[in-house]
């Protein structure tokens, strides 16, 4: 499946963000998919944001934004969005949308995804 992620921008601290990840080209349904969001920092490795299950009644998140991230999906229009609130200069990061089609659950692991979204970068200046 082909993700593209959106929505990124400059925000100051404190502030909202609504990303969005739009899947096209494959052959399986949207719904089947696991789907989840990661972020890489400069200089760090690619780390777990959150992901939400297939028909979207569930989600897990990393305890650096529990609270303030909520990610939601809409199957009927191929889309996942993550929505970040009280946005912190630490949130600074290219983020990437990812989909498997394997496992149940939510791995939380880059190596577990098959498909990546090119990512959009989300600067939180203090």
């Known amino acids: 499946v082909q993700l593209q992620a959106s929505g990124g921008g400059l925000v100051q601290a404190g502030g909202s963000l609504r990303l969005s990840c739009a899947a096209s080209?494959?052959?399986?349904?949207?719904?089947?998919?696991?789907m989840s969001w990661f972020r890489q920092a400069p200089g760090k490795v690619r780390e777990f944001v959150g992901g939400?299950?297939?028909?979207?009644?569930?989600?897990y998140y990393a305890d650096s934004v529990k609270g303030r991230f909520t990610i939601s999906r809409e199957n009927a229009k191929n889309t996942m969005y993550l929505q970040m609130n009280t946005l912190k200069p630490e949130d600074t990061a290219i983020y990437y949308c990812a989909a498997q089609g394997a496992f149940f659950g939510i791995p939380t692991e880059p190596r577990d995804y098959d498909d990546w979204g090119q990512g959009t970068q989300v600067t939180v200046s203090s």
């Open positions: 939400i299950t297939r028909s979207g009644n569930s989600t």
């Open positions: 080209g494959s052959g399986r349904t949207f719904s089947s998919y696991v």
